[in-house]
């Protein structure tokens, strides 16, 4: 009887346990206006309260805004298009002009075409969304970024010079297929190492270029992670993929002038791939218009002059004064020629997957020259063949005790 | 139980088994079969060395795990050393942990600034903790080799007196014994610890997942890049397909193994006689093979200790702050009360479900062969593909996208079920029919047997599947990393999230946090019941 009362004691309690820890939401669902998706270093440093100022401007109050952050990109993206039949977000922020085309592919986003759209700088409408999936709110150049200081410079760098070794275990990378300046770079590559305009197929060069350095250049999953390690000393990471605009965090937050980024020096001109990044409104969002209206001030000039300064990016916005700083610590872009001529929405549409899959095999592999594909095909049917002649005998020997 | 009404009841776990596990995987093989995903599939570049290195990994891990794991268990069997029960109950620990706790345990022992390199004073690690594939499988053997040399030993300590008596009396070498009586004894359980540890790296997640940083890649982790990296749901569907067709053909193979080992257990078992040299010596030994399975949790105890002392005050409050917010999408406090919430609902359901399988089928072996069969079901599936199953099957529903807690509920439940209707099978086999059939005259009340007869006699049943659902629960990380979003993260996700950024504190907190409920909850279970390992 005691032990019953103990059973029945113990299940109450476990009940009871259970309702008091149930966690319960902060806000009703019924409550929200606005859900944005993004990425957890838009506006973050030394930061900019968006959601706080966006509230104010809408006249709403923040806790009715969700503000859902995400390692990176690929993730807001990825999350948007699991929830597509029953769409959670209003707005997704930073889906760049290499990612807009998943976006396109999996129908995730509405077009939008904002009133301030006259205000945005030539081209970056052109570059990222002709279709207005995605309106502009900055852009930057993918370039390596290092710290002058453990790291000595590069002369008339070139994709090429990263097949150093010594240069390879100072290099911090982001997945590519997480991270949007990730994809920006390993676009860059493409476009300086070469791929068959027809059928997409990289090169023999930049096959080799990712065998020659999957070993010591490290990888993150995302821009965040990477920057975190880069100012860990212990890491001794002194050069990672990020903007030419990177330095002008340290030369307008600290006035330190010892970083400095780089991109190709290829016949005395500077070339990069020049990203732009946009948010877009969420096809059968259920804050529609909100999400408009977040849309118009995001790319208004009370947001846009927060992107110097706390994006480190240039905001897409023409008229916003450049600050010093910058000038003297970084490359302008307009003294920058795009390599994203070289490689059109058209081939990133039709090709992103079968790069995507190269770079994974090559990132992957163990040897130190190029595969052949007989070779792998033989192994491996060798393989699974030794298998199934060292499991007949016991096959065989079973059938008979049957 | 009257059979009407064991039917009745039969219905919920059917229901459920077919609603959240039957019918999205059976959606998800249909969407897999098709031209196009199996050709995009086989043309994968990377698919060739990602199979090669699943299967060499699980197969490395497989060795090392059984040799050590057999010679370990042999000593502990028949050395007849001092603190057998304690130790015995040490070794099995560290396999009960969470996989995500033991990656970071191993790499806090193990890193750049491990324990290890502190230690031994040296300037850079032993070997490289990422991207090394003899990391991947240290840490998988780590965690696989506790698991072989409890059951190895539970055989050796099996084995016939009667047969070392006879081959006594014919004056038997040792190595005749060996190969006549013990190597024909032990072999079937071998073979089933081999496959059972097979099977746990071969559908290893998150170990791969963190230490390989997709230069090592298993074909879960694959799956895993398909679907929430690249958002290419043909080639995991394809990939799904053949990881369950793979891990169809190993749990086959180990219950026909284990089948067959049921068949074959004596009763009067054979104990050495040792001297109290070799005694002492052997549980030395044991001690510091225990020491050793045990270092990623001493070094995680360590590391926090060191970490939680030299922090400053603000760093500390961080810990229970919101400052983690933009990592993981809500407070540290939510996280482990989400962890709670989920557990306990979780064995609470697990042990309700299975409760309910044990009083739907009759009594009687072909029945009971059908269930084991049956149950195993959502073991054939690894969690990430369950993860997928689910999402694209129930993915639009907005009941599930509003309520995620909903998706993460059913998995870890359908994680647990083979175990805890697995455990509560047994003592409800154990319990006599004629117990039943005499209840049964005394009283005309189902519910008066259930409460006066049956469940006093299973009570230390029902709190191991509950305490063990509730474990499961806890550490469940593949599908839960997968589906878990906004505030419904668990300890095992913020450990996941956190693990990449530089902030060792709170990841190392969490995964000691679920170290201690873990132990906490094998301590339990050893104090009330033997656990069950096998599956």
């Known amino acids: 009887m005691k032990n019953q009362r103990n059973f029945s004691f113990l299940l109450v309690s476990i009940i009871l346990l259970l309702t008091v820890f149930s966690p319960t939401p902060t806000t009703a669902d019924n409550d929200i206006k606005l859900t944005i998706y993004t990425y957890d270093s838009l506006l973050a440093d030394p930061g900019y309260d968006f959601i706080g100022n966006f509230s104010e401007f809408a006249g709403i109050d923040r806790d009715e805004i969700r503000l859902v952050l995400l390692s990176d990109s690929g993730s807001v993206l990825s999350r948007a298009v699991l929830e597509k039949n029953s769409p959670q977000a209003d707005v997704l922020i930073g889906i760049d002009n290499a990612m807009v085309h998943t976006a ?51 002369e008339d760098f070139t994709i090429s010079d990263l097949l150093d070794s010594d240069i390879q275990k100072q290099v911090i990378l982001q997945d590519p297929r997480m991270s949007s300046p990730g994809l920006g770079f390993m676009l860059w590559t493409l476009a300086e190492l070469g791929f068959d305009t027809e059928s997409g197929d990289p090169t023999d060069e930049w096959k080799e270029f990712w065998i020659d350095i999957n070993d010591d250049i490290l990888l993150t999953n995302s821009w965040g992670d990477a920057i975190n390690l880069f100012f860990t000393p212990e890491a001794d990471r002194s050069i990672m993929v990020s903007y030419t605009s990177s330095p ?63 994006q480190w990016m240039y905001p897409a916005r023409d008229n916003i004064e450049i600050p010093a700083c910058y000038s003297d610590s970084t490359l302008s872009p307009d003294e920058i020629e795009a390599y994203n001529p070289m490689i059109t929405p058209n081939h990133i549409e039709n090709h992103l997957n079968l790069w995507l899959d190269e770079w994974e095999f090559y990132w992957t592999y163990d040897g130190d020259d190029l595969p052949n594909t007989d070779q792998i095909i033989s192994a491996h049917v060798s393989f699974i063949g030794l298998i199934i002649l060292a499991l007949i005998p016991k096959i065989y020997k079973k059938r008979k005790s049957w | 139980m009257g059979k009407r ?32 995903s199996l050709n995009r599939t086989l043309s994968l570049r990377v698919l060739p060395n990602v199979i090669y290195f699943t299967i060499y990994q699980a197969v490395m891990t497989t060795i090392v795990c059984v040799v050590i794991g057999t010679i370990f268990g042999y000593i502990l069997a028949r050395s007849n050393i001092y603190f057998n029960k304690t130790l015995s109950a040490a070794i099995i620990v560290p396999f009960l942990m969470p996989p995500i706790s033991m990656i970071i345990g191993f790499v806090v022992l193990f890193g750049s600034n491990g324990l290890i390199v502190q230690i031994l004073g040296l300037s850079q690690p032993l070997f490289s903790v990422f991207r090394n594939p003899l990391a991947i499988i240290m840490a998988h053997s780590l965690y696989n080799i506790p698991l072989v040399t409890r059951l190895v030993c539970n055989s050796f300590q099996t084995e016939s007196l009667a047969h070392h008596e006879v081959a006594d009396t014919f004056s038997k070498s040792r190595l005749t014994k060996l190969k006549l009586i013990t190597i024909p004894h032990i072999r079937s359980t071998v073979m089933a610890s081999a496959l059972l540890t097979f099977l746990y790296s071969f ?69 050495p006689r040792y001297t109290i040299w070799k005694r002492v010596g052997s549980t030395l030994i044991m001690i510091l093979f225990v020491i050793v399975l045990w270092s990623p949790i001493i070094a995680t105890l ?28 809500t407070s540290p406090i939510r996280v482990i009360l989400n962890s709670i919430f989920l557990g306990f ?5 697990a042990v309700f479900l299975s409760l309910s399988i044990m009083f739907a089928i009759p009594r009687g072996k072909s029945y009971e062969a059908f269930s084991s069969y049956f149950l195993i079901l959502p073991m054939v599936t690894s969690t990430v593909t369950l993860g997928v199953a689910i999402l694209i099957s129930y993915g639009f529903w907005r009941l599930f996208t509003q309520n995620i807690w909903i998706f993460l509920l059913v998995s870890h439940c359908l994680a647990a079920l083979p175990f805890t209707s697995r455990a509560l099978l047994n003592a409800w086999r154990e319990l006599s029919s004629k117990l039943l059939e005499v209840a049964n005259i005394y009283s005309n009340s189902n519910i008066k047997i259930l409460k006066d007869v049956v469940f006093p006699l299973l009570k ?76």
């Not at chain 2, 810990?319 to 993981?328: F, I």
């Not at chain 2, 609902?345 to 359901?349: D, I, N, P, R």
Request: with cysteine; proline share 2%; hydrophobic share 50%.
């Open chain 1, 104 to 154: 396109r592919a999996n129908d995730v986003l509405t077009a939008y075409e904002s009133p301030n759209l006259e205000f945005l700088r030539e081209g970056l409408v052109e570059g990222l969304a002709p279709d207005h999936l995605l309106t502009p709110y900055d852009y930057g150049v993918i370039s390596l970024w290092y710290d002058k200081n453990r790291f000595e410079g590069f």
């Open chain 1, 248 to 310: 002008a965090y340290g030369a307008c937050l600290f006035g330190d002038y010892s970083t400095e980024s780089v991109i190709s020096s290829v016949s005395d001109e500077m070339k990069g791939w020049f990203q732009i990044e946009g948010l877009g409104l969420v096809k059968d969002a259920p804050n529609q218009n909100m999400g408009k209206k977040f849309i118009d001030w995001f790319v208004s000039e009370e947001l846009q002059s927060q992107i110097y300064q706390n």
């Open chain 2, 5 to 36: 009404l064991g039917r009745l009841i039969g219905v919920f776990p059917l229901s459920f088994i077919l609603f959240f596990y039957m019918v999205p995987v059976f959606y998800l093989l249909i969407r897999s079969i098709s031209f196009e």
């Open chain 2, 203 to 271: 559908n290893s997640f998150a170990i791969v997942l963190l230490l390989g940083q997709v230069r090592y890649q298993t074909i879960e982790v694959l799956i895993y890049s398909r679907v929430a990296l690249l958002l290419d749901f043909q080639t995991a569907f394809a990939l799904s397909l053949l990881q369950i067709i793979f891990n169809t053909i190993f749990i086959i193979i180990y219950l026909f193994i284990t089948r067959r080992q049921q068949e074959i257990v004596s009763f009067t078992y054979f104990v």
């Open chain 2, 302 to 329: 360590h590391q926090f200790i060191y970490l939680f002392t030299t922090a400053t005050e603000g760093e500390q409050l961080r810990l229970v702050s919101g400052a983690y917010l933009n990592v993981l999408g």
């Open chain 2, 345 to 349: 609902s979780t064995a609470l359901l």
């Open chain 2, 460 to 535: 230390s049943a029902i709190l191991v599947s509950f305490l063990f659902a509730f474990a499961i629960s806890l550490g469940e990380f593949g599908t839960s990393f997968l589906i878990a979003r906004g505030e419904w993260v668990t300890l095992a996700v913020a450990i996941g999230r956190l693990f990449t950024t530089q902030s060792s504190l709170l990841p190392t907190f969490f995964a000691l946090l679920l170290s201690l409920v873990s132990f906490l909850v094998f301590f339990i279970i050893e104090r009330f019941a033997q656990l069950e390992l096998k599956i």
